[in-house]
């Protein structure tokens, strides 16, 4: 099945930990994305990439990493700088063609990370 | 910068009934597009519908339908027969039509539905 998968469904670190969330993608999709969730915050965009070997910062990007080695993955990396971390994570792909093509975002089912 | 209202954090409906959340944009751009993204209890984000600023027409997808009001910044969802499955938060979300396929989500709307 073609879809987009994101590991693992709840993840629990350690203060002062880095930590890596996976996202893949089947869809031979161009575009990736990841947002943070937040109560009463709607989603904000953390990264996302346009191609393989190239990526941009979103709105939210202090305290995250991300690469973008493969077209079929997307990995986010909440490093001890992220003074918030505790959040739901929702990665997205899209086949980006261009400036005036719009391309529907499909979304993972997302990763709860929670900092003990 | 693009901003995305919701102004309505909760909402419910009977089953059978209509039910219209509301969304406001705000934006000095001309061509963009607008969605509602459903969030059920599965946390799995599922596109709505999908309105293009360029169309006058507003968007249908079955028993969901926009008021698309490009002059007000306004794009409220009708949802028309409400079904139980309907239950979920709603998000309204703003694309640029510009290179970067960004969205900007609002904060919400729970929907309840009684049977």
């Known amino acids: 099945d073609g879809g987009i998968t994101q590991s693992p469904k709840y993840l629990f670190r350690k203060e002062g930990q880095n930590v890596t969330l996976s996202c893949e993608q089947n869809?031979?999709?161009?575009?990736m994305y990841w947002y943070r969730q937040d109560p009463g915050q709607g989603l904000r965009l953390i990264y996302y990439s346009q191609i393989v070997n190239d990526f941009q910062k979103g709105d939210i990007a202090e305290g995250y990493s991300v690469s973008r080695e493969k077209k079929e993955s997307f990995p986010l990396t909440v490093t001890s700088a992220q003074k918030n971390p505790t959040a739901f994570y929702l990665c997205?792909?899209?086949?980006?063609?261009?400036?005036?093509?719009?391309?529907?975002?499909?979304f993972g089912p997302g990763t709860r990370l929670t900092v003990l | 910068a693009q901003t995305v209202t919701q102004s309505q954090p909760e909402m419910s409906v009977q089953e059978a009934e209509t039910v219209t959340l509301s969304c406001t944009y705000d934006t000095s751009e001309s061509d963009y597009y607008l969605f509602w993204y459903k969030q059920p209890p599965s946390r799995q984000m599922i596109l709505v519908i999908r309105q293009e600023a360029y169309k006058q027409q507003n968007a249908t997808e079955n028993r969901f339908s926009v008021n698309f009001q490009k002059a007000a910044k306004s794009f409220s969802l009708k949802i028309s027969d409400s079904q139980l499955g309907d239950a979920a938060m709603y998000f309204c979300?703003?694309?640029?039509?510009?290179?970067?396929?960004?969205?900007?989500f609002g904060t919400g709307t729970r929907l309840q539905v009684f049977p």
């Open positions: 979300a703003y694309r640029s039509a510009g290179i970067a396929d960004k969205l900007i």
């Open positions: 997205a792909s899209s086949p980006y063609s261009g400036r005036t093509t719009y391309n529907e975002q499909f």
């Open positions: 869809l031979n999709h161009d575009a």
